[in-house]
């Protein structure tokens, strides 16, 4: 069964610094990998996903993502924080029963950013 | 409208009390997914529609849950006789297609209280 890990459940970084939310994953085949983020009272926001190809995924709102299939894993970056980055974020995999692509997600990890 | 809506965004009712939920997808998508977000659970997958057609309905919790689309568009969940475990927000995403080059646009969600 294909599954991902978020191993922290809040990350707390001063604005400005740099951040980074884990992300490990265990899947059969070559995995299908995506970020996203939700804020208070809305639904998932796509940031970012890797198929295949380079590495070093970019995305939406300066946050990018390193595949490295050595460590299975895909965590999330962002060179400097800001206060609005503040949120819930969720990896996820996508599941490979029959093929309907959906997704099966990691129990999130919440970001702080202190002013 | 441009993206995912769903209704209602809060739903309130009884233990017993059946419920309907509404997913409204992006115009021209033909994917389209329901989603459980909840304390104990986290974020799980329930059911996927490629148009009208739902060939997965393993996520489906208990037969108590059923979901139909029509016309390629509009989707309903419906829960029968609510249980208090069924207290959860709900979300709804929509997709181009079912390939995993496709990522997944999410609605507000509908938070179900069983009281």
């Known amino acids: 069964a294909q599954s991902v890990a978020q191993p922290e459940d809040q990350v707390n970084v001063a604005e400005g610094n740099p951040l980074t939310v884990k992300c490990t994953y265990s899947?059969?085949?070559?995995?299908?990998l995506f970020w996203y983020v939700q804020y208070p009272n809305r639904g998932l926001q796509f940031l970012l996903k890797?198929?295949?190809?380079?590495?070093l995924v970019k995305g939406s709102y300066g946050f990018e993502a390193e595949f490295n299939k050595s460590q299975t894993s895909f965590h999330l970056k962002k060179p400097s924080a800001l206060v609005s980055d503040s949120a819930l974020y969720f990896c996820a995999v996508r599941d490979k029963r029959g093929a309907g692509n959906m997704l099966t997600f990691g129990g999130g990890t919440r970001l702080m950013v202190k002013p | 409208g441009a993206g995912v809506s769903q209704s209602p965004s809060n739903k309130v009712t009884e233990k017993g009390k059946d419920v309907e939920l509404r997913c409204d997808p992006i115009s021209g998508h033909t994917a389209l997914y329901w989603y459980r977000q909840s304390l104990g659970q986290g974020l799980e997958f329930l059911i996927y529609?490629?148009?009208?057609?739902?060939?997965?309905k393993s996520g489906l919790p208990s037969d108590r849950f059923s979901a139909e689309r029509t016309g390629g568009s509009v989707s309903t969940l419906t829960i029968q006789r609510t249980q208090q475990e069924d207290s959860a927000v709900y979300l709804c995403a929509s997709s181009l297609r079912t390939g995993e080059m496709n990522e997944q646009y999410f609605g507000p969600g509908t938070r179900l209280t069983v009281t």
């Open positions: 529609f490629q148009g009208n057609s739902a060939p997965d």
């Open positions: 890797y198929i295949t190809g380079d590495n």
């Open positions: 899947v059969s085949g070559n995995p299908y």
